[in-house]
């Protein structure tokens, strides 16, 4: 059997990871890894998970199972955390999954499983693993115009007009906040506008909300998602605890589906924990407890969201360097846009031929479509990345 299997292409963001670590020149620039890292480049553990798992080692007495869709005390607070009071807490139904890829993950298994037909819309370009985890699944999908590589904004014309091609019981991928990889973002005003698009052309949309607190602050990042919420029949949510609460490697996130009314949820909440038992059974539990006894403990939240705000406040402080100093060097304020993106990630609009030159000529390393991770910078190499940029004429 196994002598039957292919080769699988390489990951490019794997490969650029290991092609940087094999790399002998002083003084080189990782900006292609997809993790949140301080200025000393270490992804740290935050203040109040240290305090949580500390509380949890001395008063944890079992590690036996939760539950099928995870312990439901984490559902509640995540869905505080992503929707507030937008929607009536009856109508969603939630599991704990192995990392926000996870809730992805489940949420398209849900779609084939329902409506097998149902084409998945992705925004042009989009995290990779989208579309990936949907060939591998083979499910039908197609892309909507996003990111305008003049202009490093978001083709808003081209997106509705894609949009408006969108069959009823379609899915539309959104990205909640902070898009991956352009860093480009909708108003609030855009986003009603596609939610009116939606709304006419029968569409189920799916947000997938990664980033929240890295981009305008805990509430303003789940604004959007709260709207689309809101206003539509029904939604998928897959939410990351990945980035704001710095647990990479614990797997805690969650996928929610809104009902369009109270008496779908309980179908809802067992199918999702069907689809759990068939993939993985029972959901970990370490980091989502660990997020739970911060959301709901006053002092610790109150610890993380301080600290989450010097996290997001670096990371904006580094964009209108970074802008500021472009606009020195070149002259141009065609840089501005850096300062204007919001989260880890800016997509530069650059040819992969520039940015093979950024390798080569300056030992900067960032993904081939010129996604540049911003946390990957301090005050000190901003400068540097600022003249490698101009000087490769970008």
């Not at 929240?212 to 709260?226: N, T």
């Not at 802008?323 to 989260?343: C, T, W």
Request: charged fraction near 20%; hydrophobic fraction near 45%.
């Amino acid at each position: 059997m196994l002598e039957l299997l292919q080769p699988q292409p390489a990951d490019k963001i794997l490969a650029l990871m290991q092609a940087f670590r094999e790399d002998p020149r002083a003084g080189k620039i990782d900006l292609g890894v997809g993790v949140y890292k301080n200025a000393e480049g270490v992804t740290p553990v935050m203040r109040a998970i240290k305090a949580a798992e500390k509380t949890l080692w001395e008063t944890e007495t079992t590690k036996a199972y939760t539950g099928l869709a995870g312990d439901p005390a984490f559902s509640d607070a995540m869905i505080d955390l992503v929707l507030g009071t937008s929607v009536e807490r009856a109508r969603i139904a939630a599991v704990a999954t192995p990392g926000g890829t996870g809730a992805i993950r489940q949420g398209f298994e849900l779609i084939k499983w329902v409506n097998p037909e149902a084409t998945v819309w992705l925004s042009a370009p989009t995290w990779p693993n989208h579309p990936s985890i949907l060939k591998f699944l083979k499910m039908p999908l197609a892309e909507y115009r996003y990111f305008d590589d003049e202009t490093r904004g978001v083709d808003f014309e081209g997106m509705l007009e894609d949009l408006a091609q969108v069959k009823a019981g379609d899915v539309v991928l959104l990205h909640g906040c902070c898009h991956n990889p352009t860093g480009a973002n909708l108003t609030l005003a855009q986003w009603a506008e596609v939610i009116a698009v939606l709304q006419e052309v029968g569409a189920v949309p799916f947000v997938d909300i990664a980033y929240q607190g890295f981009g305008d602050g805990l509430e303003e990042d789940a604004a959007a998602v709260r709207m689309v919420a809101s206003e539509m029949p029904e939604c998928l949510i897959a939410a990351s605890c990945s980035k704001n609460f710095g647990i990479y490697r614990e797997r805690t996130g969650v996928l929610m589906a809104i009902s369009e009314k109270a008496d779908g949820q309980p179908l809802a909440q067992g199918s999702l924990a069907f689809l759990n038992r068939q993939n993985y059974s029972f959901p970990p539990d370490h980091g989502a407890r660990l997020v739970t006894m911060i959301l709901t403990d006053p002092a610790l939240r109150a610890d993380w969201e301080a600290e989450l705000e010097e996290v997001r406040l670096g990371m904006l402080a580094l964009r209108e360097q970074l802008a500021s100093e472009l606009q020195r060097l070149s002259g141009s304020d065609r840089f501005g846009f850096l300062a204007q993106h919001r989260g880890m990630f800016s997509r530069l609009g650059t040819t992969p031929e520039m940015v093979e030159k950024l390798r080569a000529d300056h030992a900067i390393y960032m993904v081939g479509d010129s996604r540049m991770n911003i946390a990957g910078l301090n005050a000190q190499t901003v400068p540097i990345l600022a003249q490698a940029i101009v000087d490769a004429g970008i």
